[in-house]
Structure formats: structure tokens, C-alpha cells
């Protein structure tokens, strides 16, 4: 299942840098079944090279919507359902989420592999 917080960790990604979480759709072949009430999960696991491509995509994203930002911008305010936030409030609180399940990936690595990726202090 490890497989399918990769997704969640994706899909919330690129949910939270969207414009308008109204308009908001994933691309092919994901789907918006991860918002559904009832906790779906895809019928088979996304393949690798699929999810690679997602995680490009959410990167592409997060730059651009970083490099377009200006002050009016971080302080638009981004709702959707209980969330209220300036969209800067919203760019932090997507990094923590993805900080989080990313201590969560190296806890199983180490506790099945004895090993997990070094900290990196900045991207290339």
C-alpha cells in the first residue's frame, strides 16, 4: 500500500497548488476518487512510471506558482470546504503535508530496508 500514499501525498500536491480547488482536476490517468467520501482506492496500483510523471508534474507546478507569485497573490484567499487560507498560509501548510509523508516513507524504509534517503538541504 505504500504505492497508494505515494498518490494521496500526489494528489493533495497538486490539489493544494491549483488556482481554484473547484476547477481542480488531476491529469490522466489519475482520477478524482481520492476526494470521494467513501475512502476508494484504485482497483490496481499506478505504474511506476506514472507516478514519476505525476511527481514532475507536481514539481513543474509548485515552481511556477512560486515563480508567478507576487503580494496579491499570497494574500488571495484560497477556500475550500473547511479550509480558509492565504494562499502563502496554503504553499506551507502543502509543504508540511508533504514533509510528513515523507518522514512517514523513510520510517518504513528504515524499518524494512535499514535504509532511506540522506537529508537534502537544497534541489538542483
Keep these: 500500500m505504500c504505492w497508494y500514499a505515494t498518490y ?27 476526494l470521494d467520501p467513501r475512502g476508494l482506492i484504485p482497483e490496481k496500483p499506478y505504474t511506476k512510471e506514472a507516478m514519476l510523471a505525476y511527481l ?30 492565504s494562499v502563502a498560509e496554503l504553499l506551507l501548510y502543502n509543504m508540511r503535508h508533504v514533509q510528513h509523508h515523507t518522514a512517514q516513507f523513510n520510517l518504513i524504509l528504515r524499518q524494512r530496508i535499514d535504509s532511506a534517503p540522506g537529508w537534502v538541504s537544497r534541489a538542483k
Excluded at 512560486?66 to 494574500?75: C, L, N, P, R, T
Design 8 to 34: 494521496h501525498t500526489l494528489f493533495w500536491l497538486d490539489l493544494y497548488l491549483d488556482p481554484s480547488p473547484d476547477t481542480f482536476r488531476p491529469p490522466e490517468p489519475f482520477t478524482m476518487d481520492e
Design 56 to 85: 514532475a508534474h507536481g514539481r513543474s507546478k509548485c515552481r511556477s506558482r512560486i515563480e508567478a507569485m507576487d503580494a496579491a497573490e499570497a494574500q488571495r484567499r484560497w477556500v475550500w470546504g473547511p479550509r480558509d487560507l
